[in-house]
T-cell receptor
Framework: DAGVIQSPRHEVTEMGQEVTLRCKPI?????LFWYRQTMMRGLELLIY????????DSGMPEDRFSAKMPNASFSTLKIQPSEPRDSAVYFC????????????FGQGTRLTVV | AQSVTQLDSQVPVFEEAPVELRCNYS??????LFWYVQYPNQGLQLLLK??????LVKGINGFEAEFNKSQTSFHLRKPSVHISDTAEYFC????????????FGKGTTLSVSS
């Protein structure tokens, strides 16, 4: 399996623009997670889905952030409008269902908002 | 809710020296515990995990960790480090219910020099 695939790997955008980050989880995995990594705050959980349904979005920082999972093989994280403080590395992870415990991470998207 | 505290943000050591990276957690329910490693510009990779049973857990690359319920700790150890162990290490916790998310500590940067 190719693992969790995130795109793009790097994104540079101007403040105020819309940004969409994409994630393809490992086939057959039932849970999907979006994390944000910054120097100041470390790895923060933004939102996670089970069977395509959002379970906990309490980590989404503001209404400017939204996430969708239209099907089991695709998820997006959108920021509109983007701000410089959104600059971070965004990770997507997926996990099999049932009693599985390990989450598998993608390579991340490094977002820079200028 | 769960939380994780990694007591050291940076740990510098010399090659072939032993190392311990400290992790304490807080939870009102039974938990699973994890250590992940992140090499520069990479995603996170699982080192080891504690689910139940023996409190001493062995992982990849010669690392091991010991779960101590009374001290709510899960410290990571390696008897002899290599230059290639230089990376950021994250301790994580989640409750043992199905479909819940990992909560990460802020990470410890291990720097191994010759």
């Amino acid at each position: 399996d190719a693992g969790v695939i995130q795109s793009p790997r790097h994104e540079v955008t101007e403040m105020g623009q819309e940004v969409t980050l994409r994630c393809k989880p490992i086939s057959g995995h039932n849970s999907l997670f979006w994390y944000r990594q910054t120097m100041m705050r470390g790895l923060e959980l933004l939102i996670y889905f089970n069977n395509n349904v959002p379970i906990d979005d309490s980590g989404m920082p503001e209404d400017r952030f939204s996430a969708k999972m239209p099907n089991a093989s695709f998820s997006t994280l959108k920021i509109q409008p983007s701000e410089p403080r959104d600059s971070a590395v965004y990770f997507c992870a997926s996990r099999p269902g049932g009693t599985s415990t390990e989450a598998f991470f993608g390579q991340g998207t490094r977002l820079t908002v200028v | 809710a769960q939380s994780v505290t990694q007591l050291d943000s940076q740990v510098p050591v010399f090659e072939e020296a032993p190392v311990e990276l400290r992790c304490n957690y807080s939870s009102s329910v039974s938990v699973y515990l994890f250590w992940y490693v992140q090499y520069p510009n990479q995603g996170l990779q699982l080192l080891l995990k504690y689910l139940s049973g023996s409190t001493l857990v062995k992982g990849i690359n010669g690392f091991e960790a010991e779960f101590n319920k009374s001290q709510t700790s899960f410290h990571l150890r390696k008897p002899s480090v290599h230059i290639s162990d230089t990376a950021e290490y994250f301790c994580a916790v989640r409750n043992n219910q199905a479909g819940t998310a990992l909560i990460f500590g802020k990470g410890t940067t291990l720097s191994v020099s010759s």
